[in-house]
């Protein structure tokens, strides 16, 4: 039996099927399982919230492998980051440890450190850290940015090629190696049958925020021009919107920080390729929308 956390999530989504189609048993762990989608009917199903560690023993019952996906990069009130990211990975690998589960996958954040900017990075960090001191046989996939054709990201950054000019925040040169979510799904399913490591996960390309905006708006027809806001505008304005709206505003400050952060790897590809995938570029992947 494998346990998948965030299976409803952009990678999840992605992961689901392949298992599937592998033979392996699923158990997939969400809060709301109509988001699974047409693998709902394939998979057992386990309610859990990650920052709540009631449910865990149940979740983890007869699990041979788990793989961790959910992860959050705004506070989910009552919880913040720290707790989702951070302690719920402790709880949840303290429990595989407990059950003695043959594998725990992880998924980090390519350059993650305990000195980023960003409470996201720092939370992944220290999860990534616990993990690699765990007692059992553990692999951490750490991934740049991770899109798929139709995922919120994607989606926001097209209705904004709709505007006459395309917004963005700072100065949009922070470098990425955005991986197809199906690239990514594919490299942990490698992964389940290779010795335990440590795989950077990125695509084939190197781009910048504004090169990655500008891939997005031609997958759609859209050539427009960019307008980079001040980051202190943006951070006044995503500060009101999310006083405004709560968990209802589209952004918050922290998840406009993260553009600022480049997620590279010195080794390029080199990790994807070892484990079987042949990534696609970005351009490539959008245009099959």
Not at 14 to 35: F, H, I, N, T
Not at 253 to 277: N, Y
Request: net charge positive; aromatic share 6%; glycine share 8%.
């Amino acid at each position: 039996m494998i346990v998948v956390t965030g299976a409803s999530g952009t990678i999840g989504s992605a992961l689901l099927p392949l298992l599937l189609e592998k033979g392996y048993p699923v158990r997939a762990v969400v809060r709301d399982p109509k988001r699974l989608g047409p693998s709902r009917s394939a998979v057992q199903i386990a309610l859990l919230d990650l920052g709540n560690p009631h449910g865990l023993r149940h979740a983890l019952r007869g699990a041979d492998a788990v793989i961790h996906l959910a992860a959050t990069t705004r506070d989910q009130p009552p919880r913040r980051v720290e707790e989702i990211n951070g302690l719920g990975t402790l709880r949840l690998l303290r429990e595989a440890e407990r059950r003695g589960v043959g594998r725990f996958v992880y998924a980090s954040a390519l350059n993650a450190s305990s000195f980023q900017r960003t409470r996201f990075f720092r939370s992944k960090a220290l999860a990534e850290q616990a993990v690699s001191a765990s007692p059992i046989e553990t692999t951490i996939v750490a991934p740049s940015i991770v899109y798929d054709i139709d995922d919120p990201w994607v989606t926001m950054m097209r209705r904004l090629a709709l505007l006459p000019a395309m917004p963005l925040s700072g100065s949009a040169k922070a470098t990425f190696q955005p991986i197809w979510a199906r690239d990514a799904a594919r490299c942990i399913v490698a992964s389940l049958e290779r010795q335990p490591g440590r795989f950077e996960l990125v695509g084939p390309q190197t781009l910048s925020y504004a090169a990655i905006a500008q891939v997005i708006a031609a997958s759609c027809g859209r050539v427009r021009p960019q307008v980079k806001l001040p980051l202190p505008m943006v951070r006044t304005g995503l500060i009101w919107s999310r006083a405004l709206l709560g968990g209802g505003s589209f952004a918050t400050w922290e998840e406009a920080e993260l553009l600022e952060i480049a997620m590279t790897s010195d080794r390029g590809d080199a990790d994807v390729r070892a484990l079987g995938v042949s990534p696609l570029g970005m351009a490539e992947v959008l245009g099959q929308a």
